[in-house]
Structures are given as structure tokens and as C-alpha cells.
Nanobody, 116 residues
């Protein structure tokens, strides 16, 4: 199983980035997908999730600014990030989760740095 995240980089406050996570080795359409982030010295936290049926949930800190979406045909999940703030600076990770049978996979991180 591989979850290949991309799209991170350096952006000024107020700017936008779109993260992508391409999955292989799983039946993508059966998995709930999520984006998580970990800032230096902090615990990893959930940013946004999208179920296999397309229902989404976004953390309060990113509501109205970030949008998670998925393309099952491309086995890819996206995170559109707008109005970025310096506090959004973190390593961003994607994850795939299935309940029955129980499965959970992490991808590698992609670094997002927002300068003030």
C-alpha cells in the first residue's frame, strides 16, 4: 500500500495550495480518507476527512478555508487550502481507513510552510 502525498511548499499568508494524495495497493473507493497535520512540537491532528460515500468533515480551525475532496477514478484525495495562515505550517499526512476489515494506512508527509 502506498499513499503518495504531494503539493506542499512555501507560500505567503493568504495564499493557496492544493495537496494531493495518490493511493495504490488498496481498493480506494472502499476507504475513508483523511488529511492530518503535525506542527513542530505538537501532536498530529485531524484536518479533514471524507468517507467512502463522500461525506466530509473539517476541523473547526480550517472550516471555510480548506476543502477535502476525492476522485475515485484517480484513486486520489485532495486538500484545497485557501487563506493560509502561519499557524497552518506543518507536515501534512494523508491516511486511508477501512472499518470492515479494520485497516489503517499512513502516507508520507508533505511540508507546508506559510510565511507571514
Amino acid at each position: 500500500v502506498q499513499l503518495q502525498a504531494s503539493g506542499g511548499g512555501l507560500v505567503q499568508a493568504g495564499g493557496s495550495l492544493r495537496l494531493s494524495c495518490a493511493a495504490s495497493g488498496i481498493i480506494f473507493s472502499l476507504y475513508d480518507m483523511g488529511w492530518y497535520r503535525q506542527a513542530p512540537g505538537k501532536q498530529r491532528e485531524s484536518v479533514a476527512t471524507i468517507t467512502s460515500s463522500g461525506s466530509t468533515n473539517h476541523a473547526e480551525s480550517v472550516k471555510g478555508r480548506f476543502t477535502i475532496s476525492r476522485d475515485n477514478a484517480k484513486a486520489t484525495v485532495y486538500l484545497q487550502m485557501n487563506s493560509l495562515k502561519p499557524e497552518d505550517t506543518a507536515d501534512y499526512y494523508c491516511a486511508a481507513k477501512r472499518t470492515t476489515p479494520s485497516r489503517f494506512y499512513w502516507g508520507q508527509g508533505t511540508l507546508v510552510t506559510v510565511s507571514s
